[in-house]
């Protein structure tokens, strides 16, 4: 049985908040029977954008993450609401508007903090997946439709194609410690939770200092080189999904003409060592 998920890209999400207006423009102010009271206009949005800023200096990213209900499919929410929050056949957990009402216990029953009070309406509420509009014939909701990255798809699937896209596209779950069974999944997350050890190599030539392309960069973990890159036109190179407290890593570069360095970092979150000097001594800048 085909059932509802969404997958959003961390690579492509780049804040403009498109998909969280289009929900509130949705929701604020319209009363939707059976799906939803109306949305309070400047209480906790049901939609939000994270942010996680990683490295220093030239070396820096900034990666967003949309949170929304994951419409769990083991939802701690549902099991603890007696029959005030349900799931649908379709996979799509909707809080009742009316059993619900005055519960605000209830916000804390989400361990991913997808559920919000509304005060106007003393009510919880959590993103619905659009399903007033799904069951009018819409085939995506509002925050899918107005996402102009191509971050959100919204997808219709039963539970063997989405194991193939699951594996397919390495797509990753929120706290999947959890076991909740989320139908939101996420690629690229690692931009988000992991780290990077990035540097950029350099020689010295004529008394100045001259990024180095093409150089080797070697990882290694205990003796082992687990990854390989090359350095870009500005001597930088970056090696990401990285576990945060993943312990004592080292980093050779190597180049034909210019020699040779190391260093050696230990994660921690992530790490920009700075300038590496290729020498045929070993030499650090
Ligand atoms: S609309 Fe798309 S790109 Fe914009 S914040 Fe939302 S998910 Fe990110
Ligand atoms: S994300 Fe939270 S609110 Fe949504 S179904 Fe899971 S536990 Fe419930």
Known sequence: MSQWNLIIDVARCVNCN?????NKDEFVGNEFPGYSAP???HGPSTIRIE????????MVDAAYLPLLCNHCDDAPCVKQSSGAITKRADGIVIVDPLKAKGRKELVA???YGAM???EEQSVPQQWIFDAHLLDKGWQEPRCTHSCPTGALRAVKADAAQMAERVRAEGLKVL????????????KNLYRFTDCFIGGSALVREAGRLECVQGATVELIQEGKTVARTSTDAF??????????DSGKWQIRVTHPEHGGATAEAVLGTTQVLGELLLSHTGEQA
């Open 235 to 244: 001597g930088d190179f970056r090696f990401d999904g990285l576990g945060v």
């Open 175 to 186: 706290k999947p410690e959890l076991n909740t069974r989320p139908r939101v999944y996420y």
């Open 18 to 22: 498109n998909c969280v207006l289009a």
């Open 39 to 41: 949305q309070a206009l």
């Open 109 to 111: 029953t989400c361990p």
């Open 116 to 118: 919000v009070w509304n």
């Open 51 to 58: 942010r996680k800023v990683r490295g220093q200096g030239h």
